[in-house]
């Protein structure tokens, strides 16, 4: 690892805009060296990162500053990401298509059981129970950027240990007043918590008021899953004037010749009765790649959502393999457009990996609600400022399979030669100044 003496000019030049939601500069500076250590540091927890620091100062801050500057000092916290959504606005303007995707993904931290919003639960992904947060995220993404917007940790519902413990508790009657009382204020106490727990659907719906309050990004459609296709979500987005894509659950109900029927047994039929129905359509994904798919297309009544169109894919000519089933409000897109706009939902899976690999997102090791979501927050602005890193430009053999385009490697790298440059810089003017190698040895790593 690359010491960080200073913070490397993209760095400091693209979280300038963020400067006026910090109170003092000593304070912007250390949050500035933290979203340096997320992109650099192999340990992207604070000790790591601060462990990475060289001060070149006499005395050194100590860590418990950094950590007070980051977590616990009084910037503006909930400004953040509204500021992080005008920045990156600009960038998605007349670039294309753009479209918000809605997601949500799990933070692991199978050793930090007392970290704000862990709760150990199945992990449908891996297969297992473990520790871990649920994050709702939002992304928007056009041909060239993928820009997480929004991060959002669901708490934990503990509605259902609650009230296991009241019906353990439980008595016909109570002959004290104060047994009364105490039972009524568990009662009031599972009410509250009942209440004031928000699914991951609510979350969603609140983002997209957020988002669309703000009007950053007017232009754009919404893709989402099937685990966030409710209808409060649906209404919100189509009141705003947006058009949104969904994944279709293969029991829904649709009406088909005048009955209810399973929108599966429908598929069904119509590759049994009429596969002259499907039709090839070539779709060009967001990633430029170019594929067919055999659809049918229709606008039906949904139970519950009304008149939307639908769409069964196959990828194959045979209509032998499992369909997929899309479902959209725009009922006069037509085929072609719906799946080049699913295949934008695909942007916010890169964004979750890319940030758990590269930004740290689950790195966290900070206990308190404040931190935690201070981290996921500038873990979103460390993942832009990479994405807009010009690197140099390079004829070496192993940037071949590059095609032109810079990649996340070769961003990072340019990153990394800021700071070795930096670093060297430091060592030089040291030296110019007399001081010996195991001083500036015990300056860059101390015993």
């Known amino acids: 690892m690359i010491p960080i003496v200073g913070i490397p000019q993209t760095i400091r030049d693209g979280f300038a805009p963020y400067r006026a939601l910090f109170c003092r500069d000593a304070g912007f500076e250390h949050v500035s060296r933290y979203v340096t250590g997320l992109l650099l540091c192999p340990d992207k927890t604070l000790q790591g990162i601060y462990d990475g620091q060289v001060w070149g100062q006499e005395p050194a801050p100590s860590r418990r500053a950094m950590h007070a500057a ?4 009084g910037w503006d916290t909930e400004s953040l990401m509204p500021r992080h959504r005008e920045v990156i606005a600009p960038d998605h303007r007349g670039r294309g298509r753009e479209v918000i995707t809605l997601d949500w993904t799990y933070a692991h931290h199978d050793r930090g059981p007392k ?8 992990d449908h992904v891996e297969k ?12 928007i993404a056009n041909r060239h950027l993928i820009d997480g917007i929004e991060m959002v940790v669901q708490e934990p519902n503990p509605c259902e240990q609650e009230m296991a413990y009241l019906k353990e508790t439980t008595q016909a009657s109570y002959t004290h007043m104060e047994a009364a009382r105490t039972r009524l204020l568990e009662l009031l106490h599972y009410s ?24 950053h990004f007017p232009q754009s459609a919404y893709a989402f899953d099937n685990g966030l296709l409710t209808l409060p979500l649906t209404r919100e987005i189509e009141q705003r004037g947006k058009h949104w894509v969904s994944e279709l659950e293969r029991s829904r109900h ?75 409000d725009a009922l006069h897109w037509e085929s072609g457009r719906i799946l080049e706009t699913w295949s934008y939902r695909w942007a916010i899976e890169l964004f979750h990996e890319f940030g758990k690999q590269e930004s740290g ?78 001083q500036i040895l015990e300056m860059v790593m101390p015993g």
């Open 361 to 438: 997102l689950e790195s966290s090791q900070v206990r308190k609600e404040e931190a935690v979501k201070r981290h996921f927050r500038l873990s979103c602005v460390a993942q832009s400022l990479l994405q807009r890193v010009t690197p140099a430009v390079s004829t070496s053999e192993r940037f071949a399979f590059a095609r032109g385009e810079s990649t996340v490697g070769q961003k990072s790298r340019a990153i990394m030669r800021e700071a070795l440059d930096g670093f060297i810089g430091f060592v030089a003017s040291l030296l110019a100044r007399g001081y010996r190698r195991p």
């Open 128 to 139: 297992r129970y473990a520790l871990y947060q649920t994050v709702v995220t939002a992304a």
């Open 115 to 122: 970290i704000w919003g862990v709760n150990r639960a199945w």
């Open 254 to 328: 649709l009406q088909w010749q005048g009955q209810w029927r399973r929108v599966d047994a429908v598929a069904a039929e119509l590759r049994r009765e009429h596969p002259e129905s499907f039709r090839q359509v070539r779709v060009r994904s967001r990633n430029g790649d170019t594929r067919f798919y055999w659809v049918f297309t229709k606008v039906v009544r949904l139970k519950r959502y009304g008149r939307k169109r639908l769409v069964i894919v196959h990828d194959r000519e045979l209509l032998d393999d499992t369909p997929q089933f899309l479902v959209t």
């Open 70 to 73: 980051v977590f616990e000092a």
């Open 192 to 215: 509250k918590h009942r209440l004031a727990y928000k699914k991951r659907p609510e979350i969603a719906l609140e983002i997209v008021r957020q988002l669309e309050t703000e009007g």
